[in-house]
């Protein structure tokens, strides 16, 4: 479901302090200003929240890679034709996913990211080609398990690896 901005969210810990901020006092905020939309999973039964995710808009460009030439490879690993080398590719951004410690470990992670997927590629929301991420490095695995690679052979933050999904992946 579609967090609106009336919407509270009154109990919510994955075990990461900024992810629980973000839900619990911020997301609503967000999503009024058009900063970013979030989602939530929650418990049929009980009504519990199991986990939620922010998107926004983004784009794969030149200035995501150390030089040209590096973004040049990407674009010809993905297959785009010469008439489709563009500067910039449009993406969504999953700026936050949060799964509630007593939910871990259901796969509700990997749940929500099929359900992202298929609202861009399926039921093609919005034109975009990719699914970006800053990935804490804790879990750049859980990415990887879900089909995400490293944008860029280098990555300078010590806290994050920016990573992407390229949506074509799923015509395969």
Known sequence: MRLRSTYSIKEFDCGDKDLND??????????????????????????????????????VAVTDFKDKTEFNRFRKKQGFPNEKRLKSYPAIKLCRLGVDERAKGHQIGTTVLDYIKSMFFFENKAG???????????????????????????????????MYFDLMDLEA
Request: hydrophobic share 35%.
């Open 22 to 59: 973000f839900i619990l006092n911020r997301a609503t905020l967000f999503d009024k200003y058009r900063l970013s939309v979030s989602y939530a999973c929650s418990d049929a039964d009980s009504g519990q929240l199991l986990a939620y995710c922010s998107l926004a808009n983004d784009k």
């Open 128 to 162: 975009c080609r990719f699914l970006t991420v800053d990935a804490y490095l804790k879990a750049v695995p859980f990415y990887q398990k879900n089909g995400f690679r490293f944008m860029n052979s280098e990555d300078d933050d010590p806290h994050t690896r920016l």
